[in-house]
T-cell receptor
């Protein structure tokens, strides 16, 4: 059974802090790892990672994948209150068109002013 | 942009009712999925479909069924709603090994 474990489950920081969110996984026939941000509605896409060691970056957010050690991290620098959300890690596995995502439980990030 | 539309944002139903949650996508995606999301449990896959009239059980199919008569529409059916099915239900679609596009979610309360 595919498994995704995120840590920490929740985190409270002050504006301006840097945070690192962790995601480890076990999945059959790994295809990709994705990060989503979820506020009070549906998750919105942040990054998709398929290759080890290549950092993806978008503004203050960045992410990297280690396929040997089976984990990924999501970094957020200079946090703002608008970064408060649940961050979801998901891993896609299986072959051909049989592609589906298994999600972790999420990390609830609270950024205080 | 791909759009995934869920017919209701909020729904309140009585125990024992048959409930239909509808999901429609407009980008000809082959794959469609239903998840439920609960605090502390994350997103759990209920059912998914790779083609019209095809369906596969996810991790928690008990108490649910699905229907996919047309490519763009994937319906989740609660045959006899129970209070433990109170949850946020998310529909998603994709094509190939890429991420999902999610609908806006339906928050179902069963009383």
């Amino acid at each position: 059974e595919d498994k995704v474990v995120q840590s920490p489950l929740s985190l409270v920081v002050h504006e301006g802090d840097t945070v690192t969110l962790n995601c480890s996984y076990e999945v059959t026939n790994f295809r990709s790892l994705l990060w989503y941000k979820q506020e009070k509605k549906a998750p919105t896409f942040l990054f998709m990672l398929t290759s080890s060691g290549i950092e993806k970056k978008s503004g203050r957010l960045s992410s990297i994948l280690d396929k040997k050690e089976l984990f990924s991290i999501l970094n957020i620098t200079a946090t703002q209150t608008g970064d408060s959300a649940v961050y979801l890690c998901a891993v896609g596995g299986s072959g051909g068109s049989n592609y589906k995502l298994t999600f972790g439980k999420g990390t609830l990030l609270t950024v205080n002013p | 942009d791909v759009k995934v539309t869920q017919s209701s944002r909020y729904l309140v139903k009585r125990t024992g009712e048959k409930v239909f949650l509808e999901c429609v996508q407009d980008m000809d995606h082959e794959n469609m999925f239903w998840y439920r999301q609960d605090p502390g449990l994350g997103l759990r896959l209920i059912y998914f479909s790779y083609d019209v009239k095809m369906k596969e059980k996810g991790d928690i199919p008990e108490g649910y069924s699905v229907s996919r008569e047309k490519k763009e529409r994937f319906s989740l059916i609660l045959e006899s709603a129970s209070t433990n099915q109170t949850s946020m239900y998310l529909c998603a679609s994709n094509t190939g090994p890429i991420g999902y596009t999610f609908g806006s979610g339906t928050r179902l309360t069963v009383v």
